[in-house]
């Protein structure tokens, strides 16, 4: 921000204050980030401000030579008011989050290359044309990311005038001259690639197309609303190999999103498919194979979460009413026991390869999808422990090499500048902590990186370090529930459940059992029943009996296939009722009529 002051203000037809500066002063504001002009005016007690990116956009549709000018004027309109503060505020976090995100895009983008050369300050030395043309045409981009962008460009003056024209070259030397702030340079260069762009393959000229939008936004060329409109329009037209990789990236998104397990798994199915396509296809790169390879064993351990839910699910339901554990259910546990052995032999080799690769944001990636998977582990023993009695509840031991992952991921992260990743990982090990119960721990993480995910909006991560905070996270709230379950009565529990929650729980019956959508009306039936027997017991007499014959629910193909047929008992008085009935209600009201009539008499 550059302030200035003038005794009494100029000012034009339109209203504008104006003032002059220098164009070499213009040029070095548009090159940072967010910046600003103020005016004082001191015959009236004001300030005024106006955005040089905006004013840079002014000049150029007001004449196509005012750069070759020594000084400009500028138009100042809008008050520094309260109100306009905020709005300064909006636009610099707007503008911020537009960076980061093109930073982790780019950096990302890079993975396309195969790891040639070791990435480090030392691989860079050399003062061969050749050597230095082999090594930017191979991993340029590579040792741009691994912030290495000042040595990328000491090697492309190496270069020779033919060499420097090849588009990949012109490419890599777009994207250092960016990372080093050389906007007007790297616009160059990502115009010299791109008059070659037949010469590029589509991953290429979408990341040169990238750079190019960046360096025309960071200029004042291009508004921030059409710089994010170009990148959307690029995802969309993705074709070929590169259109795989982005599916693979959208549909992950969309399996994370989905809590139905058999929805979940569907689109697991797909993601693994698509990783069969990607490790066939040749003309994919090893480090984009590998980061496709690490996102499908991130949703399969965010399934081995989905799993356990599932299976604490149908452990309190199926208590609620009365009913035993079906073998498919046992099943599903021996599946998923089975598949944590081979996931973690899996996600090993990958952060082997990871390692080999040397490319900071990929083994934090895989560090960072081990410890989801084992973080899933870790939930189900402490549930199994305080709410099963099933073994021994963890301890801080248990998570140690938990925490060494996260604080390596959180390492290379930083490497790679990528503050989402970072953040996404502290508050992994902040939910840790609080299962455990070291809620002093947790918390401190979470208030410690909650400004930096509001500052960044970051939504998932600024909730999720609220609900912890607030005593509210996904664990405290279960915790919570069974806790009420375990003292409530259980007659009183169902006697209080409303229509819409009798849904949600008869449509989880049908997932948890895997049965037929057709058979839902019967197990919504059956829970109305069981809250009416409920309501008797309460309110009428406690030694009341719903009865019914639950063969049919020891086999999946039998289980709600028919409507249930009810009948009522006295556990005190041993009355039976003779007729059975499928309205629950019916049976009720015949049942205490004629118990009522037998103990009158």
Not at 317 to 333: C, F, I, S, T
Not at 349 to 361: S, T
Not at 431 to 453: C, F, N, S, T
Request: hydrophobic share 40%; aromatic share 6%; proline share 2%.
């Amino acid at each position: 921000m550059q302030v200035r002051a003038v005794g009494s203000a100029t000012r034009i037809a339109d209203g504008a204050i104006t003032k002059g500066v220098d164009v070499s002063n213009l040029n070095y504001l548009v090159n940072g980030t967010s910046a600003l002009y103020v005016l004082y005016t001191a015959d009236d007690d004001k300030f005024w401000f106006v955005w040089a990116s905006d004013e840079r956009l002014r000049l150029d549709k007001e004449s196509s030579d005012w750069l070759s000018r020594k000084s400009v004027t500028l138009k100042f309109r809008e008050e520094l008011s309260l109100t306009a503060l905020s709005a300064i505020h909006a636009r610099v976090l707007q503008e911020s989050r537009m960076r980061r995100r093109v930073a982790e895009t780019l950096a990302n983008s890079s993975l396309k290359e195969e790891v040639r050369f070791s990435i480090d300050g030392k691989t860079l030395t050399t003062t061969d044309s050749l050597e230095a043309f082999e090594k930017l045409s191979s991993n340029g981009l590579l040792f741009v990311t691994h912030g290495l962008a000042r040595d990328v460009l000491r090697l492309y003056g190496l270069l020779t005038d033919s060499q420097r024209n090849e588009p990949k070259i012109c490419a890599v030397a777009a994207y250092a001259c960016m990372s080093t702030g050389q906007y007007n340079d790297a616009l160059g260069n990502a115009g010299r690639a791109l008059l070659k762009k037949d010469q590029l393959d589509n991953a290429d000229l979408s990341f040169v197309e990238e750079v190019r939008d960046v360096c025309l936004y960071q200029l004042g060329r291009i508004s921030l609303e059409e710089t994010l409109q170009r990148a959307e329009t690029r995802a969309s037209s993705a074709s070929g190999s590169y259109a795989l990789i982005k599916r693979v990236d959208v549909l992950r998104f969309a399996v994370l999103r989905n809590q139905c397990r058999d929805e979940y798994a569907s689109g697991f199915r797909e993601l693994r498919s698509l990783l069969v396509e990607i490790q066939r296809d040749e003309t994919i790169s090893g480090p984009l194979k590998l980061e496709a390879h690490i996102h499908v064993l991130y949703a399969e351990g965010h399934l081995m979460w989905i799993l356990f839910t599932h299976a604490l699910t149908a452990t309190v339901a199926r208590e609620l009413l009365k009913v035993a554990v079906l073998e498919p259910w046992h099943q599903d546990v021996r599946n998923a026991l089975t598949r944590i052995v081979e996931w973690e032999r899996e996600i090993e080799r990958v952060i082997a390869q990871a390692n080999q690769f040397g490319i900071p944001v990929l083994i934090a990636e895989a560090l960072r999808t081990r410890l989801v998977g084992r973080s899933a582990i870790i939930h189900g023993m402490k549930f199994a422990a305080d709410r099963l009695k099933i073994g021994a509840a963890p301890t801080l031991a248990d998570i140690e090499l938990l925490l060494k992952d996260a604080n390596s991921a959180v390492e290379c992260y930083r490497i790679a500048q990528h503050l989402e990743g970072e953040l996404s990982v502290r508050m992994a090990i902040a939910d840790l902590y609080e299962m455990l119960g070291e809620v002093g721990r947790a918390e401190a993480i979470a208030r410690e990186i909650k400004p930096q995910a509001d500052a960044m909006g970051y939504g998932r991560i600024t909730a999720a370090c609220d609900r912890l905070l607030s005593n509210t996270s996904i664990w405290k709230q279960l915790e919570r529930e069974l806790d009420h379950n375990e003292k409530t009565d259980e007659d009183v529990q169902w006697s209080e459940m409303q229509g819409e929650q009798m849904k949600r729980f008869a449509a989880s019956m049908v997932d948890i059992e895997r049965l037929p959508p057709d058979r839902f009306e019967h197990v919504h039936n059956d829970v109305k029943a069981t809250r009416m027997g409920a309501i008797e017991r309460v309110h009428w007499c406690r030694h009341l009996q719903l009865l019914q014959n639950l063969l049919h629910n020891q086999l999946p193909q039998t289980s709600y296939s028919v409507p249930c047929v009810y009948s009522c008992g006295c556990a005190r008085h041993g009355y039976a009722s003779m007729t059975p009935s499928p309205d629950a209600r019916s049976a009720i009201d015949r049942f205490n009529t004629t118990a009522l009539r037998l103990s009158l008499n």
